[in-house]
């Protein structure tokens, strides 16, 4: 989705901290202080007019009384974990993540999630799924411009997507 705002011509607020590597060879588009939401909330104002990759699990570190608009790219967490076991492979970590236990606690961080989303009425949202973007690009990059209400180029958005990097498919 980083790609996608970043070639329509959204301004994106990344450090470019964690490189591109075999898991990821287009790049991460995090920004770091983006981990310190929980302990300094403030920090977000420096995203102000940008986008910025926040994990679900920060949300809930955002503060009232700014104007956010959020997309909540949702992917199927078997796909998730199969993609966390293959980045710890090339790691050099012999450790599997422990699919059952981590699907329990992720269902739970959705419940949460979810309950923080509907307390949070003054935050415009856009899910996403993860497969629908990259079946129908050009149709997602609309969705994506609409909800923003910015004039993005949807051509360019959808032509950034590369099918050939999603690696861990899951039924």
């Not at 796909?79 to 790691?91: F, G, I, N, T, W």
Request: hydrophobic residues 40%; positive net charge.
């Amino acid at each position: 989705m980083m790609q996608m705002l970043a070639a329509g011509g959204m301004p994106l607020l990344t450090d470019h901290e964690r490189k591109p590597d075999i898991d990821n060879p287009r790049g991460y588009y995090e920004w770091e202080p983006a981990k310190l939401l929980p302990k300094q909330p403030n920090r977000i104002d420096e995203a102000e007019g940008k986008a910025v990759k926040v994990i679900s699990q920060l949300l809930l570190s955002l503060p009232r009384g700014r104007n956010y608009k959020l997309i909540f790219v949702e992917r199927p967490l078997p796909e998730v974990l199969a993609s966390q076991d293959e980045m710890l492979k090339h790691r050099g970590s012999a450790e599997s993540v422990n699919h059952a236990v981590l699907t329990n606690a992720f269902r739970e961080h959705m419940r949460q999630v979810v309950g923080w989303l509907e307390d949070r009425e003054e935050i415009p949202l856009c899910r996403m799924g993860y497969r629908k973007i990259l079946n129908d690009p050009l149709g997602s990059a609309e969705t994506v411009r609409d909800f923003l209400r910015l004039n993005l180029n949807v051509e360019a958005m959808s032509r950034v997507l590369d099918a050939s990097l999603y690696r861990t498919r899951r039924p």
